[in-house]
C-alpha cells in the first residue's frame, strides 16, 4: 500500500481542481439564503433600504416541490422472460422501496427531498449508502463507539448520507467515479470516540507541547475502488482547514490506511450539465446557472434596494407650499374638511407628492421577468393565472414549465437509481439475505425477501421515475392512459405506470379485492332474494293446503236434507235477531 503522502497529494489535487467549483456552489448557497451585501457606493448612503430579492429561493422550492412530492416508481428488470424472474424483479421492487422509505424516517430530511434539491441547486448529487452491519463490525474492529448505530438499526439496515458537494471532491474519469475525498470539521473529543484506538496518533499529537489548544480537527476521508485513508488536521476555530496537506505543504495526522476491500466504491455521485467543458465550474449547469454567470440577482437587488429605498426616502415630503413675507399660516390637522387660517399677504397651496421612478421599475420588472425565465415559470411557483384562462392553455403553460426542469429530474431519478444499485451490492457483498415488508393497503403484513444468491449486481438494472406533482399534469396522464387502454389495447398495468403509480401492482391487487367483494355482496343478495322466494312460495302452498282442507271438511259434513238445513239457518238467525232486538229494548 502506498504512503498516505500519495493520498493526501491526490486529495490536493482534487480540491484544487475544484476551487472554481466551488466558488459557484458557494453563490448558489448565497442565492438560496438570500445573503447579499450592498455595494461599497450604497452603503454609505443614509436614505438606503436594502432589498433582497427572494426569486432563486422560490424557484428552487417550487422545483423541488414539483419533483419530490410523489413517490418514486422502482422498476428492477427482470432477469428472465418467465414468470418466476418477474415475480423475484417484483419482490425486490418492494423491498428496496421499503428501505427507501426507511432510510428517509432515520433522517431529519427526506432523501427524494434532498436528492432533488441537491440536483437543482448544484447540479450534483453526492450520497453514501452506508450498511450498518459493516459498519459496526467495522467499529467494533478499532474499538470504537458503536452505541448509536446500534440504536440505529430500529430504521433497517440502510443510511443514506446525502453530502453537500462543496464538501466532497470527485474525480471522475471516463468510466465511472473513481475516488473520492470528504472533508468535515469536528470537535476533537468526537473524533477520539469515533476513531477508538485508531485515533491513537492523533491524541498523541494533540498532547504534545503547543498543542492543547487544538479544539477541533479538519478530517480528511479518501476512498477508492480498492483503498481509504483517513488523516486529522489539527486547529483551533472550527472552520475549514485551508488544503489536505495542511497551511505548509505537509502535515495531517494519520488515522487509518487500508484496503477496504469491498470491490467497489461505496459512494454515489452524478454530474448532470456537460462533459464538453474543461473547468469544473462549467461542466456543472445549475437551475440558477444563468443568473448567477449574467449577475442577474445583484443587479435586481440593485434595482428594487433603490426603488424602494426612493418610496420610503420621499415618503415624509412636504405636502405644502406656504407663500408670503412671514410665517402666519396655521393648518389644522384634526377633522375631515379642516380649514387653514392664511394671514394677509400669503398663499396656501398644495404639493404634489413625489412619483415612482418609471424607468427603475421598468427595469426591474424586465430583470425579474428574465430570472423567472431561466429558472421556473410563475404557474409552477405560484399556481395563479388570469381568471379565464382555458384549460389547454393552463395545461400547455405547466406541461412547458415542467420540462423546464428535465435536466434535475434526470440527474435525481439517475442518483436515486444508484442509490438502490448500491443497496444491493452491499446485500451482495454480506451475503445476508435482505428483508422488506409491503406498504400498501392489502400488503401489510407481507414480507419479501431478497435472496443475493440469485442475482449478480452487474447483471441488474434499476430505474427510479419521479413523476411531477401537477393536478393539470396528472389529469392530462389519466386521460391519455384511459384512452390508450380504451382505443390501443394497452394494458393497465402499463396505463397505470404511465400516469405515475408508484406500485401498480397493488393498484390493480386492491381493485381486484373489491371487484371480488362486490360479486361476494352480489352473489349474497341474489341467494337472499332466492330464499325469501323459496319460503314465499312453500307458505302460499301452506295456505292452499289449509284452504283445501276446509273445502273438503264441509262437504263431508253438509247435512244430507239442505232444505231442512237452511230452514234451520233462517231460524237460527231470526233468533238472534229477536234476541238482539230484546237486549236493545231491555
Same mark, same amino acid.
Given at each position: 500500500? /502506498?504512503?498516505?503522502?500519495?493520498?493526501?497529494?491526490?486529495?490536493?489535487?482534487?480540491?484544487?481542481?475544484?476551487?472554481?467549483?466551488?466558488?459557484?456552489?458557494?453563490?448558489?448557497?448565497?442565492?438560496?439564503?438570500?445573503?447579499?451585501?450592498?455595494?461599497?457606493?450604497?452603503?454609505?448612503?443614509?436614505?438606503?433600504?436594502?432589498?433582497?430579492?427572494?426569486? #432563486?429561493?422560490?424557484?428552487?422550492?417550487? @422545483?423541488?416541490?414539483?419533483?419530490?412530492?410523489?413517490?418514486?416508481?422502482?422498476?428492477?428488470?427482470?432477469?428472465?422472460?418467465?414468470?418466476?424472474?418477474?415475480?423475484?424483479?417484483?419482490?425486490?421492487?418492494?423491498?428496496?422501496?421499503?428501505?427507501?422509505?426507511? &432510510?428517509?424516517?432515520?433522517?431529519?430530511?427526506?432523501?427524494?427531498?434532498?436528492?432533488?434539491?441537491?440536483?437543482?441547486?448544484?447540479?450534483?448529487?453526492?450520497?453514501?449508502?452506508?450498511?450498518? +452491519?459493516?459498519?459496526?463490525?467495522?467499529?467494533?474492529?478499532?474499538?470504537?463507539?458503536?452505541?448509536?448505530?446500534?440504536?440505529?438499526?430500529?430504521?433497517? +439496515?440502510?443510511? %443514506?448520507?446525502?453530502?453537500?458537494?462543496?464538501?466532497?471532491?470527485?474525480?471522475?474519469?471516463?468510466?465511472? =467515479?473513481?475516488?473520492?475525498?470528504?472533508?468535515?470539521?469536528? =470537535?476533537?473529543?468526537?473524533?477520539?470516540?469515533?476513531?477508538?484506538?485508531?485515533?491513537?496518533?492523533?491524541?498523541?499529537?494533540?498532547?504534545?507541547?503547543?498543542?492543547?489548544?487544538?479544539?477541533?480537527?479538519?478530517?480528511?476521508? $479518501?476512498?477508492?475502488?480498492?483503498?481509504?485513508?483517513?488523516?486529522?488536521?489539527?486547529?483551533?476555530?472550527?472552520?475549514?482547514?485551508?488544503? #489536505?496537506?495542511?497551511? *505548509?505543504?505537509?502535515?495531517? %495526522?494519520?488515522?487509518?490506511?487500508? &484496503?477496504?476491500?469491498?470491490?467497489?466504491? +461505496?459512494?454515489?455521485?452524478?454530474?448532470?450539465?456537460?462533459? !464538453?467543458?474543461?473547468?469544473?465550474?462549467?461542466?456543472?449547469?445549475?437551475?440558477?446557472?444563468?443568473?448567477?454567470?449574467?449577475?442577474?440577482?445583484?443587479?435586481?437587488?440593485?434595482?428594487?434596494?433603490?426603488?424602494?429605498?426612493? %418610496?420610503?426616502?420621499?415618503?415624509?415630503?412636504?405636502?405644502? /407650499?406656504?407663500?408670503?413675507?412671514?410665517?402666519?399660516?396655521?393648518?389644522?390637522? @384634526?377633522?375631515?374638511?379642516?380649514?387653514?387660517?392664511?394671514? +394677509?399677504?400669503?398663499?396656501?397651496?398644495?404639493?404634489? =407628492?413625489?412619483?415612482?421612478?418609471?424607468?427603475?421599475?421598468?427595469?426591474?420588472?424586465?430583470? @425579474?421577468?428574465?430570472?423567472?425565465?431561466?429558472?421556473?415559470?410563475?404557474?409552477?411557483?405560484?399556481?395563479?393565472?388570469?381568471?379565464?384562462?382555458?384549460?389547454?392553455?393552463?395545461?400547455?403553460?405547466?406541461?412547458?414549465?415542467?420540462?423546464?426542469?428535465?435536466?434535475?429530474?434526470?440527474?435525481?431519478?439517475?442518483?436515486?437509481?444508484?442509490?438502490?444499485?448500491?443497496?444491493?451490492?452491499?446485500?451482495?457483498?454480506?451475503?445476508?439475505?435482505?428483508?422488506?415488508?409491503?406498504?400498501?393497503?392489502?400488503?401489510?403484513?407481507?414480507?419479501?425477501?431478497?435472496?443475493?444468491?440469485?442475482?449478480?449486481?452487474?447483471?441488474?438494472?434499476?430505474?427510479?421515475?419521479?413523476?411531477?406533482?401537477?393536478?393539470?399534469?396528472?389529469?392530462?396522464?389519466?386521460?391519455?392512459?384511459?384512452?390508450?387502454?380504451?382505443? !390501443?389495447?394497452?394494458?393497465?398495468?402499463?396505463?397505470?405506470?404511465?400516469?405515475?403509480?408508484?406500485?401498480?401492482?397493488?393498484?390493480?391487487?386492491?381493485?381486484?379485492? *373489491?371487484?371480488? *367483494?362486490? %360479486? *361476494?355482496?352480489?352473489?349474497?343478495?341474489?341467494?337472499?332474494?332466492?330464499?325469501?322466494?323459496?319460503?314465499?312460495?312453500?307458505?302460499?302452498?301452506?295456505?292452499?293446503?289449509?284452504?283445501?282442507?276446509?273445502?273438503?271438511?264441509?262437504?263431508?259434513?253438509?247435512?244430507?236434507?239442505?232444505?231442512? $238445513?237452511?230452514?234451520?239457518?233462517?231460524?237460527?238467525?231470526? @233468533?238472534?235477531?229477536?234476541?238482539?232486538?230484546?237486549?236493545?229494548?231491555?
Amino acid at each position: 500500500m /502506498k504512503d498516505l503522502i500519495f493520498y493526501q497529494t491526490m486529495a490536493d489535487k482534487m480540491v484544487r481542481k475544484d476551487r472554481g467549483r466551488d466558488q459557484m456552489l458557494t453563490a448558489m448557497d448565497q442565492m438560496w439564503r438570500g445573503e447579499w451585501d450592498l455595494p461599497s457606493s450604497l452603503a454609505e448612503l443614509r436614505w438606503v433600504h436594502k432589498v433582497i430579492s427572494t426569486d #432563486p429561493h422560490d424557484a428552487l422550492r417550487a @422545483g423541488t416541490r414539483v419533483l419530490s412530492s410523489a413517490s418514486p416508481r422502482i422498476t428492477v428488470q427482470a432477469m428472465g422472460p418467465n414468470e418466476a424472474s418477474r415475480a423475484e424483479a417484483d419482490k425486490m421492487e418492494r423491498a428496496l422501496g421499503w428501505h427507501l422509505k426507511q &432510510a428517509s424516517r432515520r433522517r431529519r430530511a427526506s432523501v427524494l427531498r434532498d436528492v432533488v434539491f441537491s440536483a437543482l441547486l448544484y447540479d450534483e448529487v453526492v450520497a453514501q449508502v452506508v450498511y450498518l +452491519p459493516h459498519q459496526i463490525e467495522a467499529l467494533k474492529a478499532f474499538k470504537g463507539d458503536i452505541r448509536r448505530l446500534q440504536a440505529a438499526k430500529k430504521y433497517g +439496515p440502510f443510511a %443514506v448520507l446525502v453530502r453537500n458537494p462543496r464538501q466532497v471532491h470527485v474525480h471522475y474519469s471516463d468510466w465511472m =467515479p473513481e475516488a473520492v475525498v470528504m472533508k468535515r470539521v469536528m =470537535p476533537v473529543q468526537e473524533a477520539l470516540a469515533f476513531w477508538g484506538k485508531n485515533a491513537g496518533n492523533l491524541s498523541r499529537a494533540l498532547n504534545r507541547k503547543g498543542m492543547g489548544e487544538m479544539k477541533y480537527v479538519t478530517v480528511y476521508d $479518501y476512498m477508492d475502488v480498492e483503498h481509504r485513508a483517513v488523516w486529522a488536521l489539527p486547529q483551533e476555530g472550527n472552520g475549514m482547514a485551508a488544503a #489536505p496537506l495542511g497551511t *505548509e505543504g505537509h502535515g495531517g %495526522v494519520e488515522i487509518m490506511r487500508e &484496503a477496504h476491500g469491498l470491490g467497489f466504491l +461505496p459512494w454515489v455521485a452524478r454530474v448532470g450539465g456537460t462533459t !464538453l467543458a474543461d473547468e469544473a465550474e462549467h461542466q456543472r449547469v445549475p437551475l440558477l446557472y444563468s443568473v448567477y454567470q449574467a449577475g442577474q440577482w445583484e443587479t435586481q437587488n440593485v434595482l428594487e434596494t433603490l426603488l424602494t429605498s426612493e %418610496v420610503i426616502a420621499y415618503a415624509a415630503s412636504p405636502r405644502l /407650499k406656504v407663500e408670503g413675507p412671514g410665517d402666519g399660516v396655521e393648518v389644522d390637522y @384634526g377633522e375631515p374638511g379642516r380649514m387653514a387660517y392664511v394671514a +394677509p399677504g400669503h398663499s396656501l397651496s398644495q404639493l404634489n =407628492p413625489p412619483g415612482l421612478d418609471s424607468g427603475l421599475e421598468a427595469i426591474a420588472e424586465r430583470v @425579474g421577468n428574465r430570472i423567472g425565465k431561466s429558472t421556473v415559470p410563475r404557474v409552477l411557483q405560484t399556481g395563479d393565472f388570469p381568471s379565464g384562462t382555458a384549460y389547454a392553455t393552463l395545461n400547455l403553460a405547466t406541461q412547458s414549465g415542467i420540462k423546464s426542469l428535465n435536466p434535475y429530474k434526470e440527474l435525481a431519478e439517475e442518483s436515486l437509481s444508484d442509490i438502490l444499485m448500491q443497496m444491493l451490492a452491499w446485500v451482495k457483498q454480506e451475503n445476508v439475505p435482505l428483508q422488506g415488508f409491503g406498504t400498501g393497503r392489502d400488503a401489510v403484513g407481507k414480507h419479501f425477501t431478497i435472496n443475493p444468491n440469485t442475482y449478480k449486481v452487474e447483471d441488474l438494472h434499476v430505474s427510479v421515475e419521479l413523476t411531477p406533482d401537477v393536478p393539470t399534469d396528472r389529469m392530462a396522464r389519466i386521460n391519455a392512459a384511459s384512452m390508450a387502454v380504451r382505443e !390501443l389495447g394497452y394494458s393497465k398495468r402499463r396505463a397505470l405506470e404511465q400516469i405515475g403509480e408508484g406500485d401498480p401492482d397493488v393498484i390493480r391487487e386492491e381493485a381486484r379485492s *373489491e371487484i371480488l *367483494e362486490a %360479486v *361476494e355482496l352480489e352473489l349474497e343478495k341474489q341467494e337472499k332474494l332466492a330464499l325469501g322466494q323459496f319460503e314465499l312460495k312453500q307458505r302460499l302452498k301452506a295456505l292452499e293446503g289449509e284452504i283445501d282442507v276446509g273445502k273438503n271438511y264441509e262437504e263431508e259434513n253438509e247435512p244430507e236434507n239442505s232444505e231442512e $238445513y237452511g230452514d234451520e239457518q233462517k231460524k237460527s238467525t231470526l @233468533g238472534e235477531h229477536v234476541w238482539g232486538e230484546e237486549v236493545s229494548d231491555i
